[in-house]
């Protein structure tokens, strides 16, 4: 069984494979071949651009892979049903799982609506009979139709941030801090909508017992991965008298693993914890009488 994953190209890419890469999924990519190298056997990649991704699992070329929800909504009209939805049975492409990370953090992206600051604009609204630039066509055209507001949306294939006044009256773009707008001079009016990638699947191959077996493994061990993200492991021994004032220091995923030594008088105390508290609490934790104070990094968290 040979499973056809597509691979995000382009500014997810990177991020994409390191995520592959904590989750146990070595991806080998060549900046001249599209079909990267992998050290699964059951896996045959290729890199595709997020914004044509759904339309190729969608249609069988592949049978799973990663994209925005943004890019679902724009190539097939909606979002993609959950599978536990009754809605998946018929449709041609699921959501196996949300996989909240992005190019620059984990975290859901923005399409937003933004004119010039020194613009009239102040509301959507204000835009009637005006022309909007965006990559993200579809779903524009929909936002302000539910509006009531007739406006022009017309395609931009890049730099859409320089557009207005001049070539558009706004622009629909997608941001993460929203600092690529404030450095155009670029007020945001409202969120069309909000994007995290997503892990699809085409609906005959999601059928194939072996092949959905595979497709439900990778979501766990990437959702695994996002979820050890910014958390570490900590071990420490600590005397049984100052057991209860070390655990009233933890904050825990859930309450601390403790075990008992050799010495019936201490214990060990195995936990996790947000790497940024760390550095606050290992002076705490060793002023309260805790010793052998060992942090360790996490690769997936299995909830």
């Known amino acids: ?46 890199l595709i651009r997020a914004q044509e991704m759904a339309r190729y699992v969608s249609d069988g070329v592949l049978d799973a892979g990663l994209t925005g929800l943004d890019w679902i909504a724009e190539q097939l009209g909606a979002p993609a049903p959950h599978i536990a939805t009754p809605e998946a049975a018929h449709a041609p492409v699921v959501n196996v799982a949300d996989l909240i990370y992005s190019k620059q953090s984990f975290g859901k992206v923005r399409w937003v609506l933004a004119a010039p600051e020194d613009s009239r604009f ?50 629909v773009e997608a941001t993460e801090t929203g600092s ?15 994007s995290n990638t997503q892990l ?54 859930r309450r601390p693993t403790v075990s008992p030594l050799s010495d019936e008088g201490w214990v060990a105390l195995n936990t996790i914890l947000e790497e940024r508290t760390v550095r606050d609490l290992i002076p705490r934790l060793k002023a309260a009488g805790a010793e052998g104070i060992v942090e360790y990094p996490l690769n997936k968290i299995v909830m």
């Open 1 to 46: 069984m040979k499973l056809r994953l597509g691979i995000p190209k382009g500014s997810l890419q990177d991020a994409t494979v390191q995520l592959f890469a904590r989750a146990g999924f070595n991806l080998y990519v060549n900046a001249r071949s599209y079909f990267p190298g992998t050290d699964d056997p059951e896996l045959e990649c290729m």
């Open 122 to 171: 102040q509301r959507p609204q204000d835009f009637e009979g005006g022309t909007i630039a965006t990559e993200l066509v579809r779903v524009t055209q929909q936002y302000f139709k539910q509006l009531g507001v007739n406006v022009t949306v017309e395609f931009s294939w890049g730099a859409t941030e320089v557009k207005p006044p001049v070539l558009a009256d706004a622009i």
């Open 200 to 253: 699809i699947a085409n609906r005959d191959a999601w059928n194939d017992p072996a092949k959905r077996t595979k497709i439900e493994n990778i979501a766990l061990l990437l959702n695994a991965a996002i979820a050890a993200q910014g958390r570490v492991g900590i071990l420490l021994n600590v005397e049984r008298a100052n057991l209860p004032h070390i655990l009233a220091l933890l904050p825990a995923l």
């Open 180 to 194: 690529t707008l404030r450095a155009n001079r670029l007020r945001i009016i409202d969120t069309v909508m909000e």
